[in-house]
């Protein structure tokens, strides 16, 4: 017996009208080598020109223990049952879903079926919207923000029927939806066929190659300079920027490498979540405290600090250096001082949506046994809310990351490649709807040892 | 499978023959009293071999375009039944394979084919509809829609046909077009076996559970722990033990006395994958077995549902479907590469059974 590659299956849903059809025919007609087994949920006015494609009624089958993971798609357990006999004319599944569907369950049905998780993987879940309509549909139907919140590609088709400040707007509200979602802009459903198929969505490395921030929490700054100082006397002067005030951190003893500037940034979250002590120019800045430099006058600013013996100043600040063309300057000498090092921060802003993204980073080990108790407890609690999990996880004792996948209350965790001398660390991302961060990072830091 | 190596036939599996289809094997059945064995492949070809030798009487390739779901072998053995993705049933003659009637149910999957004990009725399902025929291919009887696709049909006496789909089982008397009985319970049932007298109904569900109802009582119990759905049932012909499948072991429910709620199954483990067809011998407690590991092992079964190996032979690929010839002295196994292995089943006397005992 062999041992057969399991085939790969990408997700295509989309309200109807968002062009579904037209990117599966597109999909099909182009030189791509792959064979391409279509099951197909909605018949549209669009027919499907190619062989192998299976018409099914979509059957939503939930258990008798009424766990929403548990909840199937028994059209595709049959139509993949017996796709799986035919492996020989095909290399590759596309499952073109209704606009109502909910694609929790066509999800899970590659994890919750062993016979069909043990021939098929889930490559990915591809999203249409409609560009002129998906803001209307988000607000009407849970239908469509679960579909954007499943998403590992969101194709933001018929750009070209709205303006482009419309699509800015529109894509930042899709991003605080899903954070690990790629969005692809498209004119009559126009994207190249690499941008879909084969994303090995489920596969973490492929995503953090192609989005490395995306695991990463937001932070209350956006930016972070460490500063190798002398004892002395120095000024920190900035020049007119986009606010009249910004918020800042110093802190002394400011480690360069990223496991100290993430730590760093840590005890800056912890501080800038205190009321700011606002600062006047030319008064002297505290170390370790919340403040908040008034910028309202024309010209250079300046502000003290004052550094008594030699150490690494971290400067955690609300705005990048470049908006204010801030510098640290040697008063005695006169002489700018540039930063030793520089680290960019994802900033966080409003989420207007219920349906949103929550990052988790910490550094060291967790309690494997802690984790799962506290993974299962938010599960079985939230687990309706939960639509997506992704991540990875340093165990303590392991020496390889664990990877996490989940959705809703399924989730998987395998050993993956060695920690070698990478800092162990664990990022884990939720995407949910109302789902309460706070709670959720405290929980997860009882599970750090 | 790495570890398995291929090994000759034991204990009990004695060289028989073997032969080859064009595709994935994936239905079969003895006909003509065991003269004859007739295989089907996924793509529509269906085979015909003579029962001793495997030499090959007839062949026909695409039978059913789109592909070949099920075929069911009429109890008199002349003629067989098979059913496609084109929507279309056809009756043939086990002779020559000819096409006596073919039967156009429209567009969807015909997935189910089952006839009625005595040969007078053919049951077929297609989605959410069950069709009654009779041996010519008249239209006897139609059902309703079900709420869902129908997936497993079996006959309870010479007129009643029970159907199992997601949420329940139903009874149809077909002759007086009625509804006996329905069986509700919340789940995807993906399996039905019944007990010989037709009083214990037996599904498989989605869930990695078996549900069973004693029609006579109306209890119904519930056997969870499975660690993958029970897709394949089977009853031996007193109707006191049921095979199982859901794992890499055959798990067996006695329901002798007061079980099996409340007892512990027997359990197998002859394979080292999960199994894939299983089949009681038809008469006593042999109970045959494939896996996706390619192996075939007979099992002797003891009135607590435990038991022992008698017989094992490695099929070579993923099990599809086991056969026992009607007399129980032969035993056929077809596999996912087109394989079909026919072994001689060493006789058993009344007498040398009870020696297992």
Redesign the interface.
Known sequence: MSIKDKVPVTILTGFLGSGKTTLLNRILSEEHGKRIAVIENEYGEVGIDQGLVINADEEVFEMSNGCICCTVRGDLIRVLGNLMKRRDKFDYVLVETTGLADPGPVAQTFFMDEEISSEFTLDGIVTLVDAAHIDQQLGRSDESSEQVAFADVLVLNKTDLVSDDALVTLESRLRDMNRMTRIIRAENAKVPIETVLNLSAFDLDQILKRRPTFLEPEYPFEWTGVYDLDAGKYELMLEEGPDPEMSLVALVNQGESEEELKDGAESSVRLYAEKANTLEPGNTIPYGDHINLKLEDKGNKSFILNIEKPTKIGLFTQHTAEEFNMKVIKSDENKEIPFKTERFWQAEHEHDDEVGSIAIERFGDVDPEKLNTWMGRLLSEKGVDIFRTKGFISYSGNPRRIVFQGVHMLFTAQPDKEWGNEPRRNQLVFIGRNLNEKEMQEGFDKCLI | ?PD?EPFSPRGMFHEGWTAEVN??A?ACGWALKGKQFIVGD??GGIFAFEGDTGKIIWEKENTHSG?L?AMAIHPEGEIFATSG?DGNVQICNCDEGKVIKTLDLG?G?V?HLKWSNDGLFLAVAS?KRVYVFNEIGEEKWISEDHP??VSAITWSNKNELATAC?GRVTFFDIVNNKTNQKLE????LVSMELSPDGDIVACG???NSVHFWRRSTGMDA?MTGY???P?HLSFDDSGKLLATSGSERITVWSFIGNGPEGTMPGELCHHTE?ISSLAFSNKGMLVASGSR??SVVASFLKKDGNGDPVGAAFA???VGAISWRPDDCAIAAIN?KGVVNVWKFKVRTNLFSKGFK
């Open positions: 499978m398995i595709d994935y994936i996924v793509a592909g779901l993705q567009n999957w997935e989605s869902s696709t997601y319970w919340q789940g995807s569900s989605q869930d519930e660690p993958g759905k897709s999960p590991d390619g070579g690929d993923l996912a």
